[in-house]
């Protein structure tokens, strides 16, 4: 008779969920400057990069949530030149990106370069050798001190940061002060989408929040959702732009892009996933019109953490 | 500091994948002729229902289980008069289908009397009165031999039973011997829907092969997914039509359907939700396209179970 | 095959040891003005009861704790006649001091008398009708002020407190300078005997403070130690004495008192056993000679608390 | 404020009594023709080596178990020279034998040689080099085959084995049949020791009926409990003795065994602590009185797995 696994990663999704993912070995295990870091090799979900004992992403699903942070912000862009990534220290995001053959630029700034490190190091399926790419220009520092002192002007900005956490390092960039200086750094029709925290029944207010913020400094903002099983189910995104024209992307459309301008195959995203993504349900639509806080570096909004 | 919960519901969701969630209460814990039955108060998820140690709905989210099984293939009817549900004890199914207000009558049958009475007492939230309705007629048999023996003709069934267990009720009823005889009890312009499995990645098997299994019985099945959290993700469901008009449901159509025909209001659904439900990723149509396995009497199929 | 249970009791040890323990039924859930009440049936440990999260004291083992705590210091004392008792809310303490035929008065003072309320309504098994001997005085308030005020002098004094956590009621209990005032209400060859955390490898700091504290008040300590499972494994204690001559008992002069004076017949208890409670591993007696910290209000001690 | 620990070993003690211990670091993790193997570092009890899921020895707490398991045995032995040990693959129980300057040869039979390269590799704080005394002779075979086939004579056997599980290898050695053959192997004046199963309240019946077949085999049976709290609680074990002279010893002449025999110093055991292991509670004599089960070939005794 099958014996149960004996190592667990356990996470408090919640201060009451917990999920828990059989393990078969610690690949790695150490704490940076910024967060404590480890690579486990699980048995559902294969590889996974855990920041603070937070799961930020499993070899088997990432597929899902870096396709759908990246490809519609990348797709409904007419001809994305030159892209911002904050955070994304796995590769992942920066991989999505560069499959577009429009690219020229990548700017990716994460604060903390052991992240990067032991991504290139131990999660080769992640990033699939995009750290190699010479349209790269990676750095290590804040993210919002980069772009306040830039000159360069992007088509398209991704935000992969973990959660806002108190005292993390990412809560400032999920503040309409930031989203207002972000904009100055977007060119005219230019396309931004970020994780919005989860869409689960009854922990919303992140997803709301952040969405009613984005409101309140871009014309276009398109909340969306795809579940990620790893994370504990159902998980939000945003989409803004600078422009109207954003709204006016057909699937078939995205299917002509992906066709024309993407290297391989994707796996989750197509024109018709595309649809799958952006219809959400009623009771989360009727959330986000409900909502009324908008987050400011003077008025922050936090996940839980224990 | 706030302190841990000390009281946990424990799932194996597969063999390498728990979830907990903090109870409050145990509100009740028994045994019948076919199951374990329990219901639970819990933190995140209210009132649950369990059966044999599964989470079978809980008051937080079963209105997206229940809206995504039951109204679509009530909304893409043009007259639902009568119905059959198999299964569905809680008496949710039967409140979504009672909603619609062309029903004329409802056969609910269910195996597990206990279940029923159970949940008449302590699920006040999930059945909201559906039980008193004298549109009902509820019986305590085994479904399929009901089906087999009756003369009735459904213009809608849906079929809400516990996943496919070995030694379980339920496993005759995903195969294509039960959607045979299914089909002969039906209408011509009938509709058919059932839970069908996870669609989590790595476990779609079951989702598959149902899906694959239906085509082999109806010329129209749509298969679709929608995120339960309590069921530890995505869930798939599948939708099924005696007759080719089924396609031709616009969202406007569903929308206008509701309007007219459905008391109060619905939390998740409407026919931009349905969109979402039906519009499922790249990887889970691919992988329904590959699957070959038809599932019957002789061949059946099992999800994991402990 | 047998499924796994899926209600468990979760206790976190330590920071980094967690029990958890099958729940048949939630007997009882409910917060005072102190703490957080529960009781619960286990399957191993059948029904128990648990203060803000920690196991107190279960129906399966509660035996081993009490009669380790009180009859050691009511055997070794000669006619013991007037007992103290500080917290001991469930009444298996006072059971156990009742036993005694030579006992004329039980003052009992627990801070919170709603534990004493559920502990008498849905603990049977452990107070054994206890509560209503009419030699018991029972008394709802600050077992330090009680003391203070008293006139009383005792024969024995039994401190069975919850482990001293900041904020916690008990943690000035736990003091030199409560011991030396208590001291002052016992007669000349009074004996005392308290819980005194746990003496698994590692986290011994509690009971090896509690140990040299008691030692700078009285002339005679004896630390000891028994194993009771619930608790998560071996569990420390400590004698002490106003007078040499309480290091004068035999084994066999245990079983004779035992004989002449006790009520029923004891389970873990005897002079064999006395001998297995007081013969305590090399580490641990090294421990306690290790020792220099004094607990006192000013520098008070408190076990790890989530 | 600190997080909790990310991951976890969970070992399920019973089916009903579940303990997780943090862990720092999976060291290695494999099978091998008898048994899964890993070796872990915990927080709370450093490194530990599990087969087939159970905690078969931690360094903080390994030291109680094996001076528990071999110093009584050696040290009541008047001059032990030749000793069998079967199992101890971690080393330790060999260490604890090899301290005795009396001893001129060891034999010990594992079964599993990968079990003996692992700890020999991952757990130097465990054998401590043990390995490489000349005086060991180390085989990998049956230790019932070899005992059987030899001509030698022993002093002391040590019985170092998993419980005995359905299907696993060792349950044959906890039977009278392999008793009364290991009697016919020892010389006139040995001493023969054996862990005995946990002695946690409702789960003694291994322990009860493994001391009442040894009774049937061997004239002197002394029944004997240490606290080991890696592994859940109080834990058993058994002396027997070929000669009634083993019942002679004292505390004090224990004491002088170890002062002139024994290489550094214990850390558990002394003449002391040798009383407080044989003086068991009251509960445990009296299941071991009541006990009529004696284990053979025909009507062998299995622990719990899972």
Do not use: C, R
């Given at each position: 008779m099958a014996e149960s696994p004996s190592m667990w990663f356990m996470e408090f999704v919640t201060p009451s969920v917990i999920q828990q993912f059989a393990v078969k070995d610690l690949v790695y295990s150490g704490q940076s400057q910024y967060q404590n870091i480890e690579v486990m090799d699980t048995v559902s979900y294969g590889r996974c990069l855990v920041l603070d004992g937070k799961i930020q992403s499993c070899e088997a699903d990432e597929f899902i949530y870096h396709e759908a942070l990246v490809q519609p912000a990348m797709s409904i862009h007419p001809a994305p030149k030159r892209v911002f990534i904050a955070g994304g220290g796995e590769g992942a995001t920066l991989r999505e990106v560069l499959r577009h053959n429009t690219v020229e630029k990548v700017v990716m700034v994460d604060i903390d370069s052991e992240v990067s490190d032991i991504c290139k190091r131990f999660l080769p399926d992640h990033h699939q050798g995009a750290f190699d790419d010479p349209r790269l220009e990676l750095l290590h520092m804040d993210a919002k001190k980069y772009l306040a002192d830039t000159n360069e002007k992007f088509d398209v900005a991704i935000i992969d940061l973990p959660e806002p956490i108190e005292g993390g390092p990412a809560y400032l960039l999920y503040t309409q002060n930031f989203y207002e200086m972000l904009k100055t750094k977007l060119s005219d029709d230019a396309t931004f989408a970020l994780q919005a925290g989860a869409t689960v029944v009854g922990i919303t207010e992140v997803y709301t929040a952040i969405n009613n913020t984005l409101?309140?400094?871009?014309?276009?903002?398109?909340?969306?959702?795809?579940?990620?099983?790893?994370?504990g189910g159902s998980w939000g995104f945003a989409l803004a732009s600078t422009t109207m024209d954003a709204c006016k992307f057909s699937p078939e459309g995205i299917d002509r892009r992906i066709a024309t301008r993407v290297k391989d195959s994707l796996r989750f995203y197509d024109g018709h996933a595309h649809q799958g993504l952006f219809f959400i349900p009623k009771h989360l639509r009727e959330a986000i019109e409900k909502e009324t806080k908008i987050i400011t570096e003077d008025s922050p909004m936090f996940v839980w953490g224990i």
């Open positions: 409101k309140a400094a871009f014309p276009v903002v398109f909340p969306y959702s795809a579940d990620v099983p790893s994370f």
